[in-house]
């Protein structure tokens, strides 16, 4: 017999603040928990007989506990600049902290925080009324892998062009570029990620439309295995 109950909690509050009419301030925060409680009663029944004996019955009866506790905070504090539909852009930085607790008891439970610190950026230009182009940036780093080959270090950088031809006709293109590292002695680990992708929709009449696109991944990764 086993029971199972994962109870969750979650919020969300943000702040802006305008200090010119193109420039304003924002934070926002966000917490979520979880915790993982379950418990486990079983009951085993055995018979042994020797020969020239009586037989021996036996009932043993055995109770486990398990709690994964987890909980992370995330705060955002971004500056952002605006200009209407015409050009935006923003910077700001990220801290998380997450806090993963397992084990079976008090005494035996193991706690195990995690910490990182982003920088994040993005610009928005749109040079003409039918064509929008993105850009963003972020780089991290953490002082903590739940993993031990999980990355300390990224950036990622995205490119995106949206391109209305036509009343009827666009095109979207995406273009993304992670990389990972983990530098810690005998580990070593390092990734690359790539990816592209390009759509275009053409919609001529209310109740008929055609979309394809293209994807293309290239993963890279190596890590010391010992």
Known sequence: ESRVKRPSASADVGLTYDLTEHLSINNSFRYYSFRILGDVNSLTQSSRQ?????????????FDSRLTDYASYWNTLQLQLNFGRRFSASAGWRATHRDVTMGT??????????NT??????????PVKSTSLFFDYEKGETDNAFVRINPLEYQRFRVRANVQATNTLSFNTTFTATDTTNPTPQVENDGNFRSFSASANWEPKERLWLSGGYNYDYLFNQADIL
């Open 50 to 62: 020797a020969a020239s004996s009586a037989t021996t019955n036996t009932t043993t009866s055995a």
């Open 105 to 114: 008891s008090l005494p035996t439970q193991e706690s195990d925080p995690q």
């Open 117 to 126: 610190n982003t920088f994040i950026g993005g610009v928005r230009y749109r």
